[in-house]
């Protein structure tokens, strides 16, 4: 079910326990030369309108979240944020109305790596307010990792910025918006070593020109199973989340 088409007495009949709300949240900025700055945005709002037709009575899908704590994109231009505190509280504000409206089961779908602690943080401030409540969220590459990890041809298996990944999925959904000529590679050279260290660098610093990962192997449709993989993923997740029992009243 598409929250925004439909009526507010529509929304009010839903069942609050058996309902899974999936707020999809994602990003305008910087994806290097090659691919539009709505690019997180136009992917998890894919896998949100693929999820919702996976589980079309269960599932009620809001508006994708276009803004996104993007301030390490800031320095290459062509990017909006909110900073990193105020996106939190976005995130508390989005569903602080739905869950005093009674719904317990969440899902925020991420769609954009700097979203990750803020979401993590939301959570936790909200589970404090609505124990009664099932609270969850990931990104949908975290979700796939596995299965979009076999279909990179690239050295790199897991999601990047700009990547073979994204690239592909664009290339899939909105090739009108590629820009084929400017596609080129930009390996993440963080020594190996270091792997798994928090690191926080702006994009400037750690990219030639705004992208991670191998671009130049993307194709499109390699693009529809990457999306086709990560929406039966989500879906999968989804329904484990519909088949949790609900909390019981601690008082």
């Keep these: 079910m598409n929250f925004a088409e439909l009526t507010a007495p529509e929304i009010r009949a839903l069942s609050r326990n058996s309902?899974?709300?999936?707020?999809?949240?994602?990003?305008?900025?910087?994806?290097?030369?090659?691919?539009?700055?709505s690019t997180d945005t136009i992917l998890a709002g894919a896998v949100a309108k693929g999820v919702e037709a996976a589980l079309p009575e269960q599932?009620?899908?809001?508006p994708v979240l276009w803004l996104g704590a993007s301030d390490h994109h800031l320095p290459r231009g062509g990017t909006l944020t909110s900073p990193l505190p105020t996106y939190e509280q976005i995130l508390v504000d989005l569903l602080t109305p739905l869950l005093r409206d009674g719904f317990q089961r969440?899902?925020?779908?991420?769609g954009h790596g700097g979203n990750i602690?803020?979401?993590?943080?939301?959570?936790?401030?909200?589970?404090?307010?609505?124990?009664?409540?099932?609270?969850?969220?990931?990104?949908?590459?975290?979700?796939a990792a596995e299965e979009l990890a076999g279909l990179c041809r690239?050295?790199?298996?897991?999601?990047?910025?700009?990547?073979?990944?994204?690239?592909?999925?664009?290339?899939?959904?909105?090739?009108?918006?590629v820009r084929l000529d400017r596609i080129k590679d930009d390996?993440?050279?963080?020594?190996?070593n270091l792997r798994g260290l928090s690191?926080?660098?702006d994009f400037a610093r750690r990219t030639d020109h705004g992208?991670?990962?191998?671009?130049?192997?993307?194709?499109?449709?390699?693009?529809?199973?990457?999306l086709e993989a990560a929406v039966g993923k989500v879906a999968e997740v989804a329904r484990a989340v519909l088949d949790l029992p609900l909390p019981e009243s601690s008082e």
């Design 117 to 143: 602690d803020p979401l993590r943080v939301a959570l936790r401030r909200l589970d404090v307010d609505y124990s009664r409540a099932i609270l969850t969220g990931a990104a949908y590459w975290d979700l």
């Design 187 to 192: 390996p993440d050279d963080t020594p190996a």
């Design 106 to 110: 969440f899902m925020i779908l991420n």
């Design 59 to 62: 599932t009620l899908v809001l």
């Design 211 to 226: 992208v991670v990962g191998y671009p130049e192997l993307a194709d499109a449709n390699r693009g529809r199973l990457m």
């Design 19 to 37: 309902t899974l709300v999936i707020a999809p949240i994602a990003a305008m900025e910087q994806h290097g030369q090659h691919l539009p700055v």
């Design 199 to 201: 690191w926080p660098r």
């Design 154 to 177: 690239g050295l790199r298996k897991e999601m990047g910025h700009a990547c073979e990944i994204e690239t592909s999925m664009v290339l899939h959904l909105r090739p009108d918006l």
